[in-house]
Every structure is written in structure tokens, then in C-alpha cells.
């Protein structure tokens, strides 16, 4: 991989590698990759293999089909090539890429399998696969990722998860968890399953459970038109539109900051921090959900959102020695509130139900982040609501105590404010709250904070209900805050990575924590072993003719 | 308190007046001192004027003003020496660049951990050294022994002030529980072990100062090499005064040596015991375990924690800069003794595993000096007796020693040999009831205990008879 920015904005006349067609109800989401279209030199995209930026165009389609299209209720995804529905992440590219880059993209593509899910089970858009060739590895795992898969009978179409045999990693994008979690294959079936290269076919695929229903080529399209139909008229999305235009992103890149309308971050490389800044809405929002429709992107709920979720991709992948995130927030909590309150006033208006599902996917992102965060509430800033999330995510919060005493007109004290918004409206991926996880198996002390709603809470009184870390006074703050960044700077990386991931996700396992935790961690580990990526291994060897020499010891 | 108050009761160079964090943190700390000096300091003659030196600068002029104060009125000032302009990092991986002027994060725990220990002995050897003030030779020794005290209580002011200064929230946790930690407390004791240990008595006294300040010193040293420069700049203001420390403690040695010499000659006798003084072997034996229990406090012959604060250029070598290599020693190697059941060997080492060795060496060395003018006087007197240092191995509990029995003349040697000589090697029951004995106060001016010759010259140039405390 070259240093060479990625970029994740992206819009449908610019798509290289997939065609969206949208008929009244259903949309069909044809995959066409463009072999020669790959987001690096060196591989090229053939067979409907994927790399980032083919992921990058399926992110920006799952999120227009749902902000765009109210009126889609069924989305169908399928292959554009000749018996080939798609052959998975790239394998040129897999073993060009650094081990970053491949933690990071397995990351970022399994949250879009995640946001897919998401849709079919909280925005009543559900997902069909019709898998109208072979669906290998990653291919499969995307149709996994639907609600229904159809497999055509063509007597050649495969589902299969060739990674173990092919290439020494696992199927990375919850393959091994979605088949025995979601799709409930026994798990000899699935052991069988993901060690044939083969994979499995026809009514097998059926009756083992790996797909849906099958159909051959001819009646194909009936099928998906039948369970199309079946699906539509359960959901409750709206018979017709207007949706909302998801506009570009307004940004401005200067040196090591970049501004965008609602927030801005700054790096300092020699601190390795990055310091988001997100600012209230300084103007009137709007206050029904007709009037939210006729801002659209501009209302600052979702500009906020969707400028956190731009920057944090970013920087996970074009600052990835920048190891600290610190969140800061100005102006007036109140704007905060009231712009809160249209969300929390009409929790059924499918544009409210977006925006709030949004917001829990981006911060599911930041819980998400191999990063430590850090937020910091000082007076003028307007942590409340769903910015009050941002001191519940963080792995340290510091809030003054009182005010900058040495300023001729000291600005009020700071405050943190819960509203309703913060007892659920945001999941993590654990299932729960981030409150609920915070005091998890305190129940006392989480009836104690939830009791805060409504309430300004001054440095002591958020100390005392436990909803920040530290509270220093204006003498102490800076040195505080500096000692701890700096710190932090000083400890190794993947041990605070590694510690981070473990505190942020207490309580119940759920597929999602196993996806980011069991299946990643091993997969992370694989792809640092000589077996999967030494010289020897199956990676380098893949598609040399020789075999891979293993070395034969199991740790 | 207007600027004038704080600078007058507080003298400092430290801009006190201006710095909000130091008045506030010390305004909760600076009567918890108070209490503890009460409590803990010296047991007796708190409100008797004593003929002190306070420094009230860094200058020339300012550092040694002498009056009668009452102990708990010192005016325990924050002193640092004058910056060195353009200071530059002496050793370490950090070599060369600008000395730090606010603690690195990275180095927060370590930087804190050193400052702590070293400020835990200050207020310790104070409360270890409480009731003496009941038993003192003269007025001229109890002076000192105030001086002394109250120069301890300014070093943990030292300390406390980097504290507060430099370390936030946990430092001034860590400033109040200097004064929550006590000598000899079993549930709470002081950190390093010999600071657990009452000073009995005078001659006790003398062989501290002597033996246990000077480790004070070595360290003080190698803490005024770090790259932290007001750690650095404090504890080159503490050395001034730790000079005063050791003087006390080697006059204190040569004035007991020098009357037994005199009590020898008058009866014609070895043992003068019975005459009241104190037979020089009993101040070798004395002398055998001042010198190894300071020993000890250098830690292990080798040391990754050592290792790993040169190389962050946290705490250096004595005399870093005179030294003659690269000041780095990352490839650099050294014997350090080692002890095994078959005898005293050594065995190789990176020299900077072995910085605590390194600088028990120069200890040794400088411990030296003492012992030979002392050892010159007795020779004056025509005595056949030398005071000698025993083997850094004897009656050692940290170390590769620990464990084993080392002789004073530096032979490894059984359970039932040590057990045979210990009383002739350390004191005795025997010996230590015979220095109590002779522990009682003289509180006339210009008086003697018996055991203990006057010195040659007064303080600041009064004469002995002056009233140095007034009762
Ligand atoms: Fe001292
Ligand atoms: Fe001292």
C-alpha cells in the first residue's frame, strides 16, 4: 500500500463497480466490478473481487438507499458477471496490504455488512441476496449478511468460505460467526463447509442452511420477485418519497486540520492526538418532521453524524499513528437539546428513524476505533444528549471543576446533560447502552445517572453521578490533560488497542462483539503469522502453483 | 495573604506569589506540616529560641542567615539554584536535547516514584531523631541536631514543592502522605526500611549523619544530573545544605574518637568504659553497621529500574558530566561482586544494569575520607588502632550479599562463625547499654557530656560558650 489518502466520499454517478437501479419498492444492486478500477496498483479486481474502494461505493449505496429512498423497502443485491456472483476480498491485494490497512478493511467492511443488517432489522429496507453464480468467501459472506439468500440451481453455483483451504485466514467478514449465530448451521456442517474449497450447491446449500431457497436459472427471477413482493408489504418504510439528498460533504483540508461545517479536527503529530471539535447548531433547527425532510443533509443532526463518520474513517485509515482522539464540543447545549428533541418527538417518522439509527452505527464506529479517546468538558462546551455520548464512549473524560479562573470574565462552569436519548436510542454493539454498560452489573448506580436526566450536571455533580473520570480544577487542568495524553503517547499501541477493545465491551456477547472481538482478534493473529503471510505462506503462494510450506506446530 | 505575607513567611525563589497552584495546594499541605513538626518533630524545647541558619535566598548572601527562631516559626523556604541558561540532557537516549521544564507524561510514574522516595527519608530521619533532643552532649550539639532537623523539614518542603508543582492531583495526594507514612509505624512505615529505625543515641547520631546522610548525598547527586531541570536545580540546593548534615556527623565521629584518645592517655588504659567514654572498637562496631544498613540503600548491585532512568535521563551518574565516556553505555559492560555459596565472586554486566554499583563505589570512596583523619588523630596519639570501612558485603540485607554472611575483612563465613563473632563485628547488648548510659542532656552553656571532646570552633564564628539554644 502506498501513502496515498483514501477517500470515502463518494456518490452513485461516480460508482466504478456497482449499478443501482431503483423500481418503486425494490431497489437492485447489480455488482460489476471494474478489474481494472482497484484502489492500488498491483492486483486487478477480476471475478468480482473486492477491495476497499469497491466497499467504499457499497457503503455510500447501503446509506442513499436508506436516506434517499424512503420508499425502497426491499433491496436485492446480486452479480452483474456470468456465473460469478463474487469471489470475495482480493487476494493480490490482501497480500500487498499492510497489516493496518488489512485490520482496518476488515473492520470498515464488516461494519457495512453490519449497517446492512441494520436496515433490514431497524429500517424495515430488508436485504435479499440472489446469488445468481458463485458467492466465494467474502462473496458469500455478503450474502450472509442479507436477511434472505437465494441461491440459483445452475448445477455449478456454489456458496463456499475457501479461506482455510485456499489461503490460511479465515472468511473475515463474519462468515464463521453468521453461519452458526444467524443462520444457525449445525456446527459439524459449517466445519465441513469451511474447509471445502468447493463449497456447497443446490439443495444442499438449502438443506444444510446455508442459503434460503434455490431456484433454476429460469425461474430465478420469479423467485426474486416473489419474495421481493413478500417482503415489501410487511415493511412500514413509505409507499413514496421525497427522500433527502445526502449532498457532499462540506470540507476543507488545511495542513493538518480539516474543517467541516459542524466540527473540525486537528492533528498534533508530535502529541499523536487528534482533536474533534463539534460545534452545536448556531441557527435555528428544524422542528417537525416536514420541516427536518426540507433541510435534509443540512439539518445539523444529520450533517453532525455523518461529518463524525467521515472523519473518523479518515483517520482510521489515513492517520493511523495518530493514537489518540480527544473530542471537544462548543456552544450552546440547549441548541443541542431542542435540535435533539424532533427525534426523540416523532421516533416513527422514517427520516428520524435514520438519523437516530445513524447516529448509533457512528458511534458504534468510534466504540469501535482501535484509538484511545479521550474527551475533555470545559465550559462553553454542550455536551448533551447525543454529544453527551461522546463522554460516555471515551476511555477517559476530564471536566473542569468550575472555570478559568484567571480570565477577566470567566465563562459559566462547565455541564453535561443526559437526555432520553442516552438511555438507548444508541446501542453498542454489546446490545446495550453505553450507560448501561458503563455501570454494568451496578444497577443502583445506573438508576443514580439515569435519574440525571434533564439535569445540568456541574463538574462535581457528574463526578458524583460517575459520568466522568476526573474533574481537576482550572489550576490542575492543563497539566492534567497534558500528562495523560502524554502518557498515553508513551504506551505501546496494540496493548492499549487490546485493553481499550476489552474494557469497552463489558456484558453480554452478542454477534456483533463476537464478529469485532473473537473472529477479528484470531484473524488479526492469523495475519500476523508466518503460515498465512510469511514468504512461505499461503497468502505469498496463492496462485504460484507451489504449495505453501506450514510450519506444522499448533500454538 | 498579600504577595508580601507569602514571600515572607514562604521565602522562595519560585515565584510563589504568582503561582495560584503552589498557594492553593500549599495552603492545604503547609498546616498539615505544622502538625506533623508538632507531633513528630523534636520532643522537647519547642518554643526555645535556637541559633539557626534559615536561607532565605540562593545568593551568596542569602542562603546562610543565622538567628534565634523557634523551631516551628522556621521559615521553611522553596529554594532552587539559579538555572543553568541553555541547560542541555547530559546522558541517557535523550542526550543532548534541552532539559525538560515540565515532566514528560511518559515519565510521570518514574520521575514521581524518585521524587517520593527520596522526600519519604526527610521527614523520616526527623522522626527518627525526636527524642534526642532530651539526651544532647551540649547546646552547641542540640543546635545541630535542630539545624539538621530543620533542614530535613525544608528538603521535604523540597520535594513537596515539585510535587505539588509539577504533578497535579496525584502529587499532592502523594505531598500528604509523606506526612501519613511514619518512622517505625508498623502499619504505615516509611518507605525504605532503614528510615524505620529509631536513633538511639548521640553516638548513633554522629554515625547517621555520617554514614546515611552521605547516601542522601549520592543520591541528591545523581538526582541533580536529571534532565528534569527543577528536580535537578532542587537538589543542588540540598546539597548545600546536606554538607552541614555530613559535618556534624564527621566531627561528631572524630570528637568521640578524639576524647576516648584523650581518656586512653589519661588513664593508661584501652578501655575507658569505666572512665565514661567509649572504646574504639565499640565505635568500629558501630561504625561496622551505620556504614552497612547505608549500604543497603543503594539498592541491588544491579537494577533494571537504575537502568532504565539513566537511559530516560531521569537520574544520573555523581558527577555525570566529569565523567570520561559516552554518557549513553548502551554496549558498556562491568564487574559487580557477586556472592555464592562458594564465596565473593563477580560476574559481568552492562554498566547500566549496574548504576547503583557504580554509585555505591564513589560512596565507598568518599565514606573513606572520614575514617582517615580520624584514623590520623589516632595515630597522632600514638594509638595501634585503625577504624577501617567493613567489606561492602558484611551484615548486608539487599543485595547479592543478602542471605550470605560476609565478615568485616570480607570472608564468607558459616552460620555458627557469624553467630560466634557478631558481637565483637556489631553492637552488642552490652555495648549499646553502655552508650545509653552515657546519654545525659548538658544544657550549660559552653558544657561537655564526658564522652565527647568540644569542637575546635563555634557556629558562624560565635565562641562555644555561646547560647546556641536558649532554654
Ligand atoms: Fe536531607
Ligand atoms: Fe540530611
Not at chain 2, 562491568?334 to 547503583?356: M, S
Request: glycine share 8%; net charge negative.
Amino acid at each position: 500500500m502506498s501513502d496515498l489518502e483514501i477517500e470515502f466520499e463518494t456518490s452513485p454517478e461516480q460508482y466504478r463497480h456497482w449499478v443501482v437501479e431503483i423500481d418503486r419498492e425494490r431497489a437492485t444492486l447489480t455488482m460489476n466490478v471494474d478489474p481494472t478500477a482497484g484502489l492500488r496498483d498491483g492486483y486487478e479486481l477480476k471475478t468480482n473481487s473486492y477491495d476497499l474502494g469497491v466497499d467504499i461505493e457499497l457503503y455510500d449505496a447501503v446509506q442513499r438507499l436508506r436516506f434517499e429512498h424512503p420508499e425502497v423497502k426491499v433491496v436485492v443485491v446480486t452479480g452483474g458477471l456470468d456465473k460469478i456472483f463474487c469471489a470475495g476480498a482480493n487476494i493480490g491485494m490482501l497480500a500487498g496490504a499492510t497489516h493496518e490497512h488489512k485490520v482496518n478493511f476488515c473492520k470498515f467492511t464488516n461494519e457495512t455488512r453490519n449497517s446492512i443488517e441494520d436496515a433490514t432489522a431497524h429500517s424495515s429496507q430488508v436485504w435479499i441476496a440472489a446469488v445468481n453464480g458463485t458467492a466465494a468467501g467474502g462473496g458469500y459472506e455478503l450474502a450472509l449478511a442479507c436477511d434472505e439468500i437465494l441461491l440459483v440451481d445452475d448445477r455449478a453455483s456454489s456458496v463456499s468460505l475457501p479461506e482455510i483451504p485456499l489461503l490460511a485466514v479465515l472468511p473475515g467478514t463474519g462468515g464463521l460467526t453468521r453461519v452458526v449465530e444467524k443462520r444457525h448451521v449445525r456446527r459439524d456442517l459449517a466445519d465441513a463447509f469451511a474447509t471445502r474449497t468447493e463449497g456447497v450447491r443446490g439443495r444442499q446449500a438449502v438443506d444444510w442452511g446455508l442459503v434460503d431457497q434455490t431456484a433454476p436459472l429460469s425461474s430465478f427471477g420469479n423467485l426474486i420477485d416473489e419474495r421481493v413482493a413478500a417482503r415489501a408489504v410487511e415493511s412500514d418504510r413509505p409507499d413514496l418519497g421525497p427522500g433527502i439528498r445526502l449532498v457532499p460533504l462540506d470540507r476543507t483540508v488545511d495542513g493538518d486540520s480539516v474543517e467541516y461545517s459542524a466540527m473540525s479536527v486537528s492533528i498534533d503529530r508530535r502529541a499523536g492526538t487528534a482533536t474533534f471539535t463539534i460545534a452545536a447548531p448556531d441557527a435555528p433547527q428544524p422542528a417537525t418532521p416536514d420541516e427536518l425532510i426540507e433541510a435534509g443533509a443540512g439539518a445539523w443532526v444529520l450533517r453532525c453524524a455523518r461529518e463524525l463518520d467521515a472523519a473518523v474513517l479518515h483517520l482510521r485509515f489515513n492517520e493511523t499513528a495518530i493514537g489518540t482522539w480527544v473530542f471537544r464540543t462548543e456552544g450552546d447545549a440547549d441548541a443541542v437539546a431542542v435540535a435533539e428533541q424532533l427525534l426523540a418527538d416523532h421516533p416513527d417518522h422514517w427520516l428520524v428513524r435514520e438519523i437516530r439509527l445513524y447516529w448509533a452505527r457512528t458511534l458504534k464506529r468510534l466504540d469501535l476505533s482501535a484509538r484511545s479517546l479521550m474527551t475533555l468538558i470545559e465550559p462553553g462546551s454542550c455536551f448533551a444528549g447525543v454529544l453527551a455520548e461522546l463522554v460516555l464512549a471515551a476511555d477517559r473524560s476530564f471536566m473542569l471543576d468550575g472555570t478559568w479562573e484567571d480570565l477577566d470574565d470567566p465563562p459559566e462552569p462547565a455541564t453535561i446533560r443526559l437526555t432520553g436519548a442516552n438511555l438507548g436510542w444508541f446501542a453498542m454493539s454489546n446490545g446495550l447502552s453505553r450507560l448501561q454498560t458503563r455501570f454494568w452489573g451496578r444497577p443502583a448506580a445506573l438508576a443514580a445517572a439515569e435519574a440525571t436526566v434533564g439535569t445540568e450536571l456541574e463538574a462535581r455533580e457528574a463526578a458524583g453521578a460517575e459520568l466522568v473520570t476526573f474533574a481537576p480544577d482550572d489550576i490542575d487542568w492543563d497539566d492534567e490533560v497534558r500528562i495523560a495524553l502524554e502518557e498515553r503517547n508513551s504506551f505501546s499501541p496494540d496493548a492499549l488497542t487490546a485493553m481499550e477493545a476489552n474494557y469497552r465491551f463489558v456484558g453480554p456477547e452478542t454477534m456483533e462483539t463476537k464478529i469485532f472481538s473473537r473472529l477479528s482478534a484470531w484473524q488479526n493473529w492469523i495475519f500476523q503469522r508466518p503460515n498465512a503471510v510469511g514468504p512461505n505462506g499461503a497468502l505469498q503462494r496463492f496462485g504460484t502453483g507451489s504449495r505453501p510450506d506450514f510450519d506444522t506446530r499448533r500454538v | 495573604m498579600t504577595i508580601v505575607d507569602i514571600n515572607a513567611k514562604i521565602p522562595n525563589n519560585v515565584d510563589l506569589a504568582d503561582d495560584r497552584r503552589l498557594q492553593r495546594a500549599l495552603e492545604g499541605w503547609q498546616p498539615k506540616f505544622i502538625r506533623w513538626w508538632e507531633e513528630l518533630g523534636p520532643v522537647a524545647f519547642k518554643r526555645s529560641p535556637v541559633f539557626l541558619r534559615t536561607a532565605i535566598d540562593v545568593g551568596r548572601e542569602g542562603w546562610a542567615n543565622f538567628d534565634h527562631v523557634e523551631m516551628p516559626d522556621y521559615r521553611w523556604g522553596i529554594f532552587l539554584a539559579e538555572p543553568e541558561p541553555d541547560r542541555r540532557i547530559a546522558f541517557g537516549d535523550h542526550q543532548g536535547d534541552d532539559a525538560w521544564q515540565e515532566i514528560p507524561g511518559e515519565y510521570r510514574a518514574d520521575l514521581q516514584r524518585l521524587i517520593v522516595v527520596q522526600g519519604d527519608t526527610e521527614p523520616a530521619s526527623v522522626e527518627q531523631q525526636q527524642k534526642l533532643c532530651l539526651t544532647a552532649p551540649s547546646l552547641y550539639d542540640m543546635r545541630n541536631l535542630f539545624q539538621v532537623n530543620v533542614e530535613e523539614g525544608r528538603h521535604l518542603w523540597a520535594m513537596v514543592y515539585l510535587l505539588h508543582r509539577y504533578f497535579g492531583r496525584a502529587g499532592r495526594d502523594e505531598a500528604d502522605e509523606m506526612l501519613e507514612r511514619h518512622s517505625g509505624d508498623t502499619d504505615n512505615p516509611r518507605i525504605l526500611g532503614a528510615f524505620n529505625e529509631e536513633t538511639p543515641d548521640w553516638l548513633s547520631f554522629y554515625m547517621f549523619t555520617y554514614f546515611t546522610d552521605r547516601d542522601g548525598k549520592y543520591q541528591l547527586a545523581s538526582l541533580r544530573e536529571s534532565a528534569f531541570d527543577p528536580l535537578s536545580r532542587t537538589c543542588d540546593f540540598m546539597l548545600k545544605e546536606e554538607a552541614h548534615h555530613m559535618f556534624v556527623g564527621a566531627s561528631g565521629v572524630g570528637r568521640v574518637v578524639q576524647r576516648t584518645l584523650e581518656l586512653m592517655h589519661e588513664h593508661d588504659t584501652d578501655d575507658v568504659h569505666p572512665h565514661g567514654g567509649l572504646n574504639l572498637d565499640l565505635i568500629q562496631r558501630y561504625l561496622n553497621f551505620h556504614y552497612a544498613v547505608s549500604l543497603d540503600l543503594f539498592g541491588a548491585e544491579t537494577s533494571t529500574n537504575a537502568a532504565n532512568y539513566f537511559a530516560a535521563g531521569l537520574k544520573g551518574r555523581f558527577q555525570e558530566e566529569r565523567r570520561d565516556d559516552d554518557h549513553v553505555l548502551r554496549d558498556a559492560t562491568r564487574l559487580v561482586p557477586e556472592a555464592t555459596d562458594d564465596g565473593i565472586g563477580v560476574r559481568e554486566v552492562p554498566q547500566l544494569a549496574a548504576l547503583n554499583e557504580t554509585l555505591r563505589e564513589d560512596y565507598t570512596e568518599d565514606c573513606g575520607k572520614g575514617l582517615d583523619r580520624w584514623n590520623r588523630s589516632i595515630a597522632e596519639a600514638g594509638v595501634d588502632f585503625e577504624l577501617r570501612l567493613p567489606h561492602f558485603g558484611f551484615n548486608r540485607n539487599v543485595g547479592t550479599f543478602a542471605g550470605h554472611h560476609v565478615s568485616p575483612d570480607g570472608r564468607m563465613v558459616s552460620d555458627a562463625q557469624w553467630h560466634a563473632n557478631a558481637s565483637d563485628w556489631l553492637p552488642s547488648d552490652d555495648d549499646k547499654a553502655h552508650v545509653k548510659s552515657l546519654q545525659v542532656a548538658v544544657t550549660e552553656p559552653g558544657k561537655m557530656a564526658g564522652w565527647v571532646a568540644p569542637p575546635a570552633t563555634g557556629i558562624n564564628r560565635k565562641p562555644l560558650e555561646f547560647e546556641y539554644v536558649r532554654l
